[in-house]
């Protein structure tokens, strides 16, 4: 079982939340906290998994040459 940093309780589930990745202050992306459920401190930041498939979709149908 996972245990928290910084209160030492364990938990099998985490708090999810939604923020926005800055990269070099400008394009945001669509970012994943997860937090300890007990204390709240933030265990792990990641990219948005889904948000950035579309992302990653709309990229490449901007590189396909018009038909
Ligand atoms: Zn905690």
Sequence with gaps: MAKC???????STVNYGEVDIKILGE??????VL???HCDVALNV???PVALAH????????????Q
């Design 5 to 11: 940093p910084k209160c030492d309780r364990t938990f």
């Design 27 to 32: 394009k945001r992306y669509n970012g994943v």
């Design 35 to 37: 937090a300890c459920p």
């Design 46 to 48: 990641v990219f948005d």
């Design 55 to 66: 992302e990653s979709k709309d990229r490449d149908n901007k590189r396909k040459p018009p």
